[in-house]
Nanobody
């Protein structure tokens, strides 16, 4: 299993970024995909998730209405569109894959840094 995130960077408050997570080495369409983040001095938290078929999504309260998770099973890629970014969104963002219905451990990407600052 390999997950490679991209799209992070420095953005001003109110700006937008789109993160991508390219997956390989497994049957992407059978996996739930999630985005986590870990800010400075904070614990890692779940930001958003999407079911294997893309029909259902879920978000942590602080990003609802600003972030959108999506996936393209033909391209083995999941995305996180982040709008109206705030300084408190500054974190390393990680992609996570887990087989739908599996209660064990999943797989992590290496992370991509997002910094929101003026």
């Amino acid at each position: 299993v390999q997950l490679v995130e991209s799209g992070g960077g420095l953005v001003q408050p109110g700006g937008s970024l789109r993160l991508s997570c390219a997956a390989s080495g497994f049957i992407f369409s059978a996996y739930v995909m999630k985005w986590y983040r870990q800010g400075p001095g904070k614990e890692r938290e779940l930001v958003a998730s999407i079911t294997s078929n893309g029909r259902s999504t879920d978000y942590t309260h602080s990003v609802k209405g600003r972030f959108t998770i999506s996936r393209d099973n033909a391209k083995n890629t999941t995305y996180l569109q982040m709008n109206s970014l705030k300084p408190e969104d500054t974190a390393v963002y990680y992609c996570y894959a887990i087989l739908e219905g599996w209660k064990g451990r999943g797989s992590w990407g290496q992370g991509t840094q997002v910094t929101v600052s003026s």
